[in-house]
Each structure stands twice: as structure tokens, then as C-alpha cells.
T-cell receptor, first 120, second 109 residues
Framework: GAVVSQHPSWVICKSGTSVKIECRSLDFQATTMFWYRQFPKQSLMLMATSNEGSKATYEQGVEKDKFLINHASLTLSTLTVTSAHPEDSSFYIC????????????????FGPGTRLLVL | GQNIDQPTEMTATEGAIVQINCTYQTSGFNGLFWYQQHAGEAPTFLSYNVLDGLEEKGRFSSFLSRSKGYSYLLLKELQMKDSASYLCAPMDSNYQLIWGAGTKLIIKP
């Protein structure tokens, strides 16, 4: 139980293009999803928190117009990196949290496998 | 401010026991999580403590003392596959996880 998938796992794109990353909770309903970024040998950096059906809350320093987040359903959130540049190259990881007991432990964030983005 | 303190790196021998300590300061507290992160991969959930005491789960145990702002992760019968970073992540009053850089654990044969 508590499986989160992410797609794609790898993206290589040209500078200026937009990239969409999907995050799905496969066997539970995620009331909240989180998007993180992690550079090599650094800690996880929270980019934004999204609740189903409402606008995402972005962390300080994260441009909401550049990193578009849509949490359209209880099992799907998407992150779109618009007009990507080489400095956006990173490991993007989503996590999902359910407040329901059962397949998930309350308040626990379950992570997707991550998406490596390389912008040339 | 919110702060987490863990050793940067630890080394242990296969088959041995290792304890990874974590002290934290948060605005409010709603429990503490331990995650394992292998190099190049996303974190995986190990444990959650919200009450004081020891939680045992197979080879891994996690301890919490809320009054001391202290937790530890105990790994027994170490295996080579346990080589990874271990992240201590307390949850603040807004139910946000606070992330540090974690402890890189190196297991030697």
C-alpha cells in the first residue's frame, strides 16, 4: 500500500521548452501533495504544497509562474516547468499525504520515485 | 527558527549496530519521521514517532523524547544495502516536514 508514481523518470529537453511531470497516488487518496527539488548532495527543498481543488502554496523564492502546479483530483498532481533553463536541471520529487488511516499512516508523506530533469 | 542537527556522516561494519542521533527545534511539533534515501533515489518512509518512547520495526527502531527535542534511529544487524542517507524530519505546527541534510551511513564489510 501507499504507492506513489511519477512520470516521466527522466527528461532531457532544450532550453526554453516546457516540461510536465505527473505525480499519482496509486492506492490511496492524497488530500495533499508536495513538490520538492533536490540538487546533488543537498537536502530536499520544498517548492510547493497543493491541496486537491485549491491553488498551490509556494515556498519563498519559488516562482509560481515558472513552476505551475495543478492538483485536479485526489490522485493526481502535475508540475509544469515552463520555459526551462539549464539552472532548472535537478531531481524533482513529489510526495503525497493522506489523513486517512488504512493503507497510509496518518500524516506520513509517501514519495514518488522522482524525475531527473536535464535542460540543455 | 527551525533547526535539525544530525551527524553528516557515519561509518559502521556489516553485522554491527549503529545509532543515528537527531536533535531538533521546531515551531510546534506533530511528530517526527525517519526516511531512508539511497543515492540518486527518492526517500522512503521508515518510521513515525509522535509519543515518547521506542518504536521497533524489524531491524530498525526509532526513539523520541519530545521534552529533549531528541530522536534516534537504531539499525541492527547492518547489511551492505543499508548504506544510504538517513533523514530525520520533524513535523511542525503547520504539519510541514522540516528537512535537514541527513546522515550519510557507510557500511563496510
Amino acid at each position: 500500500g501507499a504507492v506513489v508514481s511519477q512520470h516521466p523518470s527522466w527528461v532531457i529537453c532544450k532550453s526554453g521548452t516546457s516540461v510536465k511531470i505527473e505525480c499519482r497516488s496509486l492506492d490511496f487518496q492524497a488530500t495533499t501533495m508536495f513538490w520538492y527539488r533536490q540538487f546533488p548532495k543537498q537536502s530536499l527543498m520544498l517548492m510547493a504544497t497543493s491541496n486537491e481543488g485549491s491553488k498551490a502554496t509556494y515556498e519563498q523564492g519559488v516562482e509560481k509562474d515558472k513552476f505551475l502546479i495543478n492538483h485536479a483530483s485526489l490522485t493526481l498532481s502535475t508540475l509544469t516547468v515552463t520555459s526551462a533553463h539549464p539552472e532548472d536541471s535537478s531531481f524533482y520529487i513529489c510526495s503525497a499525504r493522506s489523513r486517512d488511516r488504512g493503507r497510509t499512516i496518518q500524516e506520513t508523506q509517501y514519495f514518488g520515485p522522482g524525475t531527473r530533469l536535464l535542460v540543455l | 527558527g527551525q533547526n535539525i542537527d544530525q551527524p553528516t556522516e557515519m561509518t559502521a561494519t556489516e553485522g554491527a549496530i549503529v545509532q543515528i542521533n537527531c536533535t531538533y527545534q521546531t515551531s510546534g511539533f506533530n511528530g517526527l519521521f525517519w526516511y531512508q534515501q539511497h543515492a540518486g533515489e527518492a526517500p522512503t518512509f521508515l518510521s513515525y514517532n509522535v509519543l515518547d518512547g521506542l518504536e521497533e520495526k524489524g531491524r530498525f527502531s526509532s526513539f523520541l523524547s519530545r521534552s529533549k527535542g531528541y530522536s534516534y534511529l537504531l539499525l541492527k544487524e547492518l547489511q551492505m544495502k543499508d548504506s544510504a542517507s538517513y533523514l530525520c524530519a520533524p513535523m511542525d505546527s503547520n504539519y510541514q516536514l522540516i528537512w535537514g541534510a541527513g546522515t550519510k551511513l557507510i557500511i563496510k564489510p
